[in-house]
Nanobody
């Protein structure tokens, strides 16, 4: 079993920055992808950014150039640096770990990010 614990959400004015952190514990396969998804009220959960254990990354078009994902494999942690935040970035952000070999997903409890205009 894998547990994911997020931190770093909050309220920030438009143009501000936040850094989200997620620490994984438990039985973690070394070959995995860790990432962040978000879900705004009335909308489907969407991928924000993802980073694979070898370091390659994917970003949603809406956050390219503003958000940066990184990971520390020694700490089984993933981070999301969010700059130039916009009101449309307001959502609950969920940490995700996907085990590559069987495509099993694990989720954190979510952390609220609110960007005021």
């Amino acid at each position: 079993q894998v547990q994911l614990v997020e931190s770093g959400g909050g309220l920030v004015p438009a143009g501000g920055s936040l850094r989200l952190s997620c620490a994984a514990s438990g039985s973690i396969f070394s070959l995995n992808a860790m990432g962040w998804y978000r879900q705004a009220p009335g909308k489907q959960r969407e991928l924000v950014a993802r980073i694979f254990s070898a370091g390659s990354t994917n970003y949603a078009d809406s956050v390219k150039g503003r958000f940066t994902i990184s990971r520390d494999n020694a700490k089984n942690s993933v981070y999301l640096q969010m700059n130039s935040l916009k009101p449309e970035d307001t959502a609950v952000y969920y940490c995700n770990l996907r085990v590559i070999v069987n495509a099993r997903d694990y989720w954190g409890q979510g952390t609220q990010v609110t960007v005021s205009s």
